[in-house]
């Protein structure tokens, strides 16, 4: 039912199942789609007869500000994040299921932006939108589940690190976390750091490759390199030795840390939202193309060392840390 009172343009004039619609129109079908939109619930195919499944939340001023970012780059994001924890697993993203939190007043333009987003994220992996739900909110609140299929493969998971392993990273570091503090102090430019904050670009390849190069665990780095190297280290029950000497640390970064007077390293260890891919290998395996040694897997109570010391920066992003 369409809302009284709203203005025109809006999704509260516009209605919910009138906003469906307009959402729904966005996402185009796969293989892995049996049924998609307009029923009760979607059917997707598993061949593999296990599910691979995650789910993130993005809310508005804790994630994204609609002042930084357009819709589309939130779309993005939002599909971006969960596809990353998809390719993690050593799993091809199939499909995705989005909750959608809107006040009446924001404009339809904006929530259709955000749809051709997500759909555009989808499109670079071969996944799609099957579903989600609608609701009305505060502010905007975007909840995505994404489901994967390990193809015969088993999981790539952070508990299988071995002593002796070469600890490997995919993708890029400090880029996002430069974007924040760009964006923070009122600047837009350099803008391929801004859009780094805006939309990560998740090495998407490199988790099937690192699956079949014989990867030993694997995880997106969402919260910051040590943080997550942590998750790895805890759950293997090894120590996780980080060379930084072997971390890239690329220009606009490091000019970016010069402009504030930073040390542009604590960017590349401890800020989040890249999604580069943290994996272990044998010392046997020849790496994937993207891949490049940054440490190693050493015995020890779960623990780990940046130049074969405990870290004394910010290790990472806590939602509840105060």
């Given at each position: 039912?369409?809302?009284r009172g709203?203005?025109?343009?809006?999704?509260?004039?516009?209605?919910e199942f009138g906003l469906v619609a307009a959402v729904v129109a966005r996402f185009a079908t796969t293989a892995d789609v049996l049924l998609g939109p307009g029923d009760d619930a979607a059917v997707v195919a598993a061949p593999d007869g296990r599910v691979v499944a995650t789910t993130d939340l993005l809310v508005e001023g804790r994630h994204f500000r609609r002042d930084w970012s357009s819709a589309h780059d939130v779309g993005r994001k939002a599909a971006a994040q969960n596809l990353a924890d998809i390719i993690a697993m050593g799993a091809r993203p199939t499909v995705l299921l989005v909750g959608l939190g809107v006040p009446p007043d924001l404009p339809v333009d904006w929530a259709t932006g955000l749809a051709d987003g997500l759909a555009?994220?989808?499109?670079?992996?071969?996944?799609?939108?099957?579903?989600?739900?609608?609701?009305?909110?505060?502010?905007?609140v975007v909840s995505v589940t994404a489901l994967g299929d390990l193809e015969g493969r088993a999981p790539v998971t952070r508990s299988g690190a071995q002593v002796g392993d070469v600890v490997a990273l995919a993708g890029r570091l400090g880029w996002a976390a430069a974007g924040l503090a760009v964006l923070g102090r009122g600047f837009r430019?350099?803008?391929?750091l801004a859009d780094a904050h805006r939309v990560p670009q998740p090495p998407y390849a490199a988790g099937?490759?690192?699956?079949?190069?014989g990867a030993t665990?694997?995880?997106?780095?969402?919260?910051g390199l040590v943080q997550d190297a942590g998750h790895l280290a805890d759950a293997s029950g090894v120590v996780i030795v980080l060379d930084t000497s072997a971390l890239s640390i690329d220009s606009p970064v490091a000019e970016a840390a010069s402009a504030f007077n930073l040390d542009p390293l604590g960017w590349v260890l401890g800020g989040g939202d890249d999604h580069a891919l943290l994996a272990t290998f044998p010392p046997s395996a020849a790496l994937p193309p993207g891949f490049t040694v940054i440490g190693e897997v050493r015995a020890g109570d779960p623990a780990v060392l940046v130049d074969g010391a405990p870290y004394a920066g910010s290790a990472g992003h806590d939602h509840f840390a105060s």
């Amino acid at each position: 039912m369409s809302g009284r009172g709203e203005a025109p343009g809006s999704v509260g004039a516009l209605g919910e199942f009138g906003l469906v619609a307009a959402v729904v129109a966005r996402f185009a079908t796969t293989a892995d789609v049996l049924l998609g939109p307009g029923d009760d619930a979607a059917v997707v195919a598993a061949p593999d007869g296990r599910v691979v499944a995650t789910t993130d939340l993005l809310v508005e001023g804790r994630h994204f500000r609609r002042d930084w970012s357009s819709a589309h780059d939130v779309g993005r994001k939002a599909a971006a994040q969960n596809l990353a924890d998809i390719i993690a697993m050593g799993a091809r993203p199939t499909v995705l299921l989005v909750g959608l939190g809107v006040p009446p007043d924001l404009p339809v333009d904006w929530a259709t932006g955000l749809a051709d987003g997500l759909a555009a994220e989808c499109a670079l992996v071969g996944a799609t939108v099957v579903g989600g739900d609608v609701v009305r909110s505060d502010s905007v609140v975007v909840s995505v589940t994404a489901l994967g299929d390990l193809e015969g493969r088993a999981p790539v998971t952070r508990s299988g690190a071995q002593v002796g392993d070469v600890v490997a990273l995919a993708g890029r570091l400090g880029w996002a976390a430069a974007g924040l503090a760009v964006l923070g102090r009122g600047f837009r430019s350099p803008r391929m750091l801004a859009d780094a904050h805006r939309v990560p670009q998740p090495p998407y390849a490199a988790g099937l490759a690192a699956a079949l190069a014989g990867a030993t665990s694997m995880l997106d780095v969402s919260d910051g390199l040590v943080q997550d190297a942590g998750h790895l280290a805890d759950a293997s029950g090894v120590v996780i030795v980080l060379d930084t000497s072997a971390l890239s640390i690329d220009s606009p970064v490091a000019e970016a840390a010069s402009a504030f007077n930073l040390d542009p390293l604590g960017w590349v260890l401890g800020g989040g939202d890249d999604h580069a891919l943290l994996a272990t290998f044998p010392p046997s395996a020849a790496l994937p193309p993207g891949f490049t040694v940054i440490g190693e897997v050493r015995a020890g109570d779960p623990a780990v060392l940046v130049d074969g010391a405990p870290y004394a920066g910010s290790a990472g992003h806590d939602h509840f840390a105060s």
